[in-house]
Protein backbone atom coordinates (compact mmCIF):
# COMPACT_ATOMS: atom_id res chain seq x y z
CA UNK A 1 0.00 0.00 0.00
CA UNK A 2 1.47 3.24 -0.71
CA UNK A 3 0.43 6.84 -0.19
CA UNK A 4 -2.18 8.42 -2.81
CA UNK A 5 -0.06 11.40 -3.66
CA UNK A 6 3.46 9.58 -4.21
CA UNK A 7 1.05 6.75 -6.62
CA UNK A 8 -0.13 10.01 -8.54
CA UNK A 9 3.07 11.61 -8.56
CA UNK A 10 4.78 8.33 -9.87
CA UNK A 11 2.68 7.73 -12.61
CA UNK A 12 4.32 11.06 -13.85
CA UNK A 13 0.74 12.85 -14.11
CA UNK A 14 1.83 15.98 -11.90
CA UNK A 15 4.57 16.77 -9.12
CA UNK A 16 3.39 15.27 -5.45
CA UNK A 17 2.75 18.88 -4.26
CA UNK A 18 0.06 19.13 -7.08
CA UNK A 19 -1.25 15.83 -6.58
CA UNK A 20 -1.56 16.71 -3.29
CA UNK A 21 -3.41 20.02 -3.96
CA UNK A 22 -5.79 17.80 -6.51
CA UNK A 23 -6.70 15.41 -3.87
CA UNK A 24 -7.53 18.34 -1.47
CA UNK A 25 -9.79 20.57 -4.34
CA UNK A 26 -12.13 17.24 -5.04
CA UNK A 27 -10.20 15.85 -8.47
CA UNK A 28 -9.38 12.66 -7.64
CA UNK A 29 -11.38 9.11 -7.92
CA UNK A 30 -10.03 6.11 -6.27
CA UNK A 31 -12.63 3.24 -8.23
CA UNK A 32 -15.29 5.75 -8.29
CA UNK A 33 -15.37 7.83 -5.01
CA UNK A 34 -14.14 11.04 -4.51
CA UNK A 35 -11.02 10.64 -2.30
CA UNK A 36 -10.09 14.35 -0.39
CA UNK A 37 -7.68 12.98 2.02
CA UNK A 38 -4.46 12.86 1.53
CA UNK A 39 -3.35 9.97 3.92
CA UNK A 40 -5.33 7.77 2.08
CA UNK A 41 -3.27 4.44 1.08
CA UNK A 42 -3.59 2.40 -2.36
CA UNK A 43 -2.57 -0.57 -4.26
CA UNK A 44 -2.33 -1.67 -7.69
CA UNK A 45 -5.42 -3.26 -7.67
CA UNK A 46 -7.12 0.80 -7.24
CA UNK A 47 -8.09 2.91 -10.82
CA UNK A 48 -7.23 6.38 -9.79
CA UNK A 49 -8.48 9.25 -12.24
CA UNK A 50 -7.93 12.59 -11.87
CA UNK A 51 -10.72 14.77 -13.84
CA UNK A 52 -11.79 11.65 -15.30
CA UNK A 53 -8.77 10.75 -16.65
CA UNK A 54 -7.23 7.22 -15.72
CA UNK A 55 -3.42 7.52 -14.56
CA UNK A 56 -2.75 3.65 -13.23
CA UNK A 57 -3.26 2.32 -16.99
CA UNK A 58 -1.88 -0.88 -15.92
CA UNK A 59 -4.88 -2.03 -13.88
CA UNK A 60 -6.90 -4.80 -15.55
CA UNK A 61 -10.23 -4.33 -15.71
CA UNK A 62 -12.78 -6.99 -14.95
CA UNK A 63 -16.42 -7.82 -16.31
CA UNK A 64 -17.94 -10.33 -14.63
CA UNK A 65 -21.94 -11.73 -15.17
CA UNK A 66 -23.16 -13.44 -12.11
CA UNK A 67 -26.22 -15.36 -11.27
CA UNK A 68 -26.93 -13.65 -7.89
CA UNK A 69 -28.63 -16.34 -5.37
CA UNK A 70 -31.42 -15.17 -3.06
CA UNK A 71 -30.01 -13.35 0.49
CA UNK A 72 -26.73 -11.74 -1.11
CA UNK A 73 -26.82 -7.61 -1.31
CA UNK A 74 -25.94 -6.02 -4.70
CA UNK A 75 -23.44 -3.49 -3.06
CA UNK A 76 -19.27 -4.01 -2.38
CA UNK A 77 -19.78 -3.62 1.38
CA UNK A 78 -21.84 -4.35 4.04
CA UNK A 79 -22.22 -2.64 7.39
CA UNK A 80 -24.26 -5.59 8.82
CA UNK A 81 -21.49 -8.31 7.54
CA UNK A 82 -24.13 -10.33 4.91
CA UNK A 83 -22.81 -11.95 1.93
CA UNK A 84 -22.08 -9.89 -1.15
CA UNK A 85 -22.31 -9.88 -5.10
CA UNK A 86 -18.54 -8.88 -4.87
CA UNK A 87 -17.58 -11.86 -1.96
CA UNK A 88 -18.86 -14.70 -4.31
CA UNK A 89 -16.28 -13.86 -7.12
CA UNK A 90 -12.85 -15.06 -6.74
CA UNK A 91 -10.79 -11.84 -7.61
CA UNK A 92 -8.61 -9.49 -6.17
CA UNK A 93 -9.75 -6.36 -8.53
CA UNK A 94 -11.99 -3.86 -6.37
CA UNK A 95 -15.03 -4.86 -8.71
CA UNK A 96 -18.23 -3.70 -7.45
CA UNK A 97 -21.84 -4.25 -9.08
CA UNK A 98 -23.61 -2.40 -11.97
CA UNK A 99 -27.08 -1.34 -10.20
CA UNK A 100 -28.47 -3.46 -7.80
CA UNK A 101 -30.71 -6.35 -7.54
CA UNK A 102 -32.94 -6.40 -4.27
CA UNK A 103 -31.29 -8.75 -1.42
CA UNK A 104 -34.17 -11.52 -2.34
CA UNK A 105 -34.20 -11.15 -6.13
CA UNK A 106 -32.14 -13.57 -8.15
CA UNK A 107 -30.40 -13.63 -11.05
CA UNK A 108 -28.50 -11.18 -13.76
CA UNK A 109 -26.15 -9.07 -12.33
CA UNK A 110 -22.75 -7.29 -13.73
CA UNK A 111 -19.73 -6.52 -12.06
CA UNK A 112 -16.52 -4.24 -12.95
CA UNK A 113 -13.72 -2.09 -12.00
CA UNK A 114 -14.23 -0.43 -14.67
CA UNK A 115 -15.81 3.00 -13.64
CA UNK A 116 -16.12 4.46 -17.61
CA UNK A 117 -18.14 1.12 -18.52
CA UNK A 118 -20.37 1.15 -15.37
CA UNK A 119 -21.20 4.54 -15.70
CA UNK A 120 -22.09 4.03 -19.67
CA UNK A 121 -24.63 1.13 -18.89
CA UNK A 122 -26.27 3.08 -15.78
CA UNK A 123 -26.60 6.22 -17.54
CA UNK A 124 -29.84 7.22 -17.93
CA UNK A 125 -30.16 7.80 -21.88
CA UNK A 126 -28.45 4.32 -22.02
CA UNK A 127 -31.96 2.24 -22.45
CA UNK A 128 -30.82 -1.10 -21.86
CA UNK A 129 -33.76 -3.71 -21.81
CA UNK A 130 -33.71 -6.01 -18.41
CA UNK A 131 -35.60 -8.94 -18.75
CA UNK A 132 -38.01 -10.29 -14.98
CA UNK A 133 -39.81 -13.33 -14.77
CA UNK A 134 -41.74 -12.43 -11.91
CA UNK A 135 -44.29 -14.47 -9.40
CA UNK A 136 -47.31 -13.44 -8.50
CA UNK A 137 -49.52 -13.61 -5.46
CA UNK A 138 -52.79 -13.70 -7.11
CA UNK A 139 -54.61 -14.40 -10.84
CA UNK A 140 -53.49 -11.83 -13.61
CA UNK A 141 -56.69 -10.69 -15.39
CA UNK A 142 -56.87 -9.42 -19.24
CA UNK A 143 -57.67 -6.30 -17.51
CA UNK A 144 -54.26 -6.01 -15.86
CA UNK A 145 -52.17 -7.10 -18.77
CA UNK A 146 -53.62 -4.40 -20.50
CA UNK A 147 -53.06 -1.55 -17.52
CA UNK A 148 -49.69 -2.92 -17.42
CA UNK A 149 -49.18 -2.94 -21.30
CA UNK A 150 -51.03 0.90 -21.26
CA UNK A 151 -47.87 2.38 -18.71
CA UNK A 152 -48.75 2.09 -14.68
CA UNK A 153 -47.44 5.58 -13.29
CA UNK A 154 -45.16 4.88 -10.31
CA UNK A 155 -43.87 7.92 -8.07
CA UNK A 156 -45.45 10.23 -11.05
CA UNK A 157 -43.60 8.57 -14.10
CA UNK A 158 -44.75 5.76 -16.06
CA UNK A 159 -43.18 2.26 -16.62
CA UNK A 160 -42.96 1.59 -20.19
CA UNK A 161 -43.30 -2.11 -20.67
CA UNK A 162 -41.42 -3.44 -23.60
CA UNK A 163 -42.42 -7.25 -23.77
CA UNK A 164 -44.89 -8.84 -21.80
CA UNK A 165 -45.51 -12.66 -21.64
CA UNK A 166 -48.53 -14.48 -19.41
CA UNK A 167 -46.57 -17.42 -18.61
CA UNK A 168 -48.36 -19.69 -16.30
CA UNK A 169 -52.05 -19.14 -14.05
CA UNK A 170 -52.12 -21.66 -11.15
CA UNK A 171 -55.73 -21.49 -9.81
CA UNK A 172 -55.09 -24.01 -7.34
CA UNK A 173 -51.97 -22.03 -5.91
CA UNK A 174 -53.64 -18.51 -6.73
CA UNK A 175 -50.39 -17.58 -8.68
CA UNK A 176 -49.52 -16.21 -11.77
CA UNK A 177 -45.65 -16.21 -13.62
CA UNK A 178 -44.81 -13.59 -15.67
CA UNK A 179 -42.00 -12.09 -17.42
CA UNK A 180 -41.75 -8.77 -18.45
CA UNK A 181 -39.14 -6.30 -20.02
CA UNK A 182 -38.66 -2.84 -19.03
CA UNK A 183 -35.46 -0.35 -19.49
CA UNK A 184 -35.69 1.87 -16.48
CA UNK A 185 -33.75 1.09 -13.59
CA UNK A 186 -35.23 2.72 -10.35
CA UNK A 187 -35.11 0.33 -7.45
CA UNK A 188 -38.24 -2.19 -6.81
CA UNK A 189 -39.99 -1.29 -10.01
CA UNK A 190 -41.24 -4.43 -10.78
CA UNK A 191 -42.73 -4.84 -7.06
CA UNK A 192 -43.81 -1.34 -7.31
CA UNK A 193 -45.73 -2.42 -10.39
CA UNK A 194 -47.45 -5.08 -9.11
CA UNK A 195 -48.24 -3.98 -6.15
CA UNK A 196 -50.36 -1.43 -7.78
CA UNK A 197 -52.55 -4.34 -9.63
CA UNK A 198 -52.97 -6.35 -5.77
CA UNK A 199 -50.99 -8.73 -7.26
CA UNK A 200 -47.76 -9.07 -4.79
CA UNK A 201 -44.64 -10.45 -6.15
CA UNK A 202 -42.96 -13.29 -4.43
CA UNK A 203 -40.11 -14.65 -6.22
CA UNK A 204 -38.17 -12.52 -8.87
CA UNK A 205 -35.20 -13.45 -11.22
CA UNK A 206 -33.57 -11.28 -14.01
CA UNK A 207 -33.42 -13.29 -16.82
CA UNK A 208 -31.87 -11.17 -19.24
CA UNK A 209 -29.60 -7.73 -19.65
CA UNK A 210 -29.54 -6.19 -22.61
CA UNK A 211 -28.10 -8.61 -25.22
CA UNK A 212 -26.87 -11.19 -22.00
CA UNK A 213 -28.96 -13.71 -21.10
CA UNK A 214 -28.36 -15.79 -17.53
CA UNK A 215 -28.08 -18.86 -20.15
CA UNK A 216 -26.76 -22.24 -17.84
CA UNK A 217 -25.54 -20.43 -15.12
CA UNK A 218 -26.84 -21.92 -12.08
CA UNK A 219 -27.01 -19.47 -8.65
CA UNK A 220 -23.97 -18.27 -7.37
CA UNK A 221 -22.18 -19.49 -10.61
CA UNK A 222 -20.67 -16.52 -12.76
CA UNK A 223 -18.14 -16.08 -15.87
CA UNK A 224 -16.40 -13.92 -17.40
CA UNK A 225 -17.54 -11.00 -20.05
CA UNK A 226 -15.84 -11.36 -23.44
CA UNK A 227 -14.10 -8.17 -24.70
CA UNK A 228 -16.78 -8.48 -27.59
CA UNK A 229 -19.42 -8.53 -25.35
CA UNK A 230 -18.15 -5.26 -23.41
CA UNK A 231 -17.44 -3.60 -26.84
CA UNK A 232 -20.67 -4.69 -27.88
CA UNK A 233 -22.62 -2.63 -25.02
CA UNK A 234 -20.53 0.60 -26.15
CA UNK A 235 -22.17 0.23 -29.70
CA UNK A 236 -25.52 -0.15 -28.65
N1 LIG B 1 -37.40 -4.58 -9.47
C1 LIG B 1 -37.56 -4.98 -8.19
O1 LIG B 1 -38.62 -4.79 -7.60
N2 LIG B 1 -36.52 -5.58 -7.58
C2 LIG B 1 -35.35 -5.85 -8.19
O2 LIG B 1 -34.44 -6.43 -7.59
C3 LIG B 1 -35.19 -5.42 -9.52
C4 LIG B 1 -36.24 -4.78 -10.15
Redesign the pocket.
Known amino acids: MERLQKVIAASGYTSRRKAEELIKTGHVLVNDKLVTELGTKVDSNDVISIDGTIINKDVKFEYYLLNKPRGVISSAHDAEGRTTVVDLIATSARIYPIG ?3 YN ?1 TGLILLTNDGEFANHLMHPSFQIE ?1 T ?1 VAKLEGLITGEDIAKLKKGIVIEGRKVEIKRFKLKKKDVEKNTSLVEVTIVEGR ?6 LFEKLNLP ?1 NK ?1 S ?1 IGYGFLTIDNLKSGEYRLLSIKEVKKFYSL
Open positions: RLDTKYNHIIKKVLR
